[in-house]
């Protein structure tokens, strides 16, 4: 079987507009909140032609926290994948304290769809805006772009590959190459 490189989307502030408070994301709580952001669709279009496949890489800790059901991060994850022509959605539903290999900024969700897919990952992408996207994506060995809403939190990263304020850029990045 032939690898195939792939692009890693974060859910929540990359294929999907995140809930901001206090300058934080939190992710939408129920399927009627959810909306695309407006890059999606064209986007993943343009890169699935390419030959890349898309998978989704999300950390859902609320479950783990009592805050929200696995079943509704499931329905919400079912939308998005009505919507949207990705691979497959793969969720981290553990917290911190679980210490589990699955939770971004460990790898184990990028290398799990590596090894399902057969991907090549130094032909591949993660794009996330947490640091924590783009440190697991280091740890795989993939390219990054960070889209850098000015979160506050601090940046406990190494820097990204690419650094843009909006997802309006990722295909061009991805596809030509452009800073």
Same mark, same amino acid.
């Given at each position: 079987?032939?690898? !195939? &490189? ?10 999907? /507009? ?6 934080? *994301?939190? %992710? ?55 919507? !949207? &022509? ?10 911190? /304290? ?6 971004? *900024?460990? %790898? ?55 650094? !843009? ?15």
């Amino acid at each position: 079987m032939q690898s !195939v &490189p792939a692009i890693f989307l974060d859910r929540d502030g990359i294929i999907n /507009r995140a809930i901001v408070r206090e300058g934080m *994301p939190y %992710p939408p709580v129920k399927p009627d909140e959810m909306e695309l952001l407006p890059w999606t669709l064209r986007s993943f279009a343009k890169l699935q032609s390419a030959g890349y496949m898309l998978i989704g890489v999300t950390n859902q800790p609320d479950v783990a926290r009592g805050k929200q059901s696995r079943e509704e991060v499931e329905a919400m994850n079912a939308w998005i994948q009505e919507r !949207v &022509p990705l691979q497959e959605i793969l969720v981290c539903y553990h917290d911190d /304290r679980d210490n589990c290999d699955c939770r971004k *900024p460990k %790898p184990g969700l990028i290398l799990r769809a590596a090894a399902r897919y057969s991907l090549n990952l130094l032909e591949s992408w993660m794009v996330g805006d947490r640091w924590k996207d783009i440190a697991a994506g280091q740890a795989a060995g993939l390219k990054t772009i960070f889209v850098d809403y000015h979160y506050h939190e601090i940046y406990r990263s190494n820097p990204a590959d690419f650094v !843009v304020e909006d997802t309006a850029q990722i295909d061009d990045i991805i596809l030509k190459g452009i800073k």
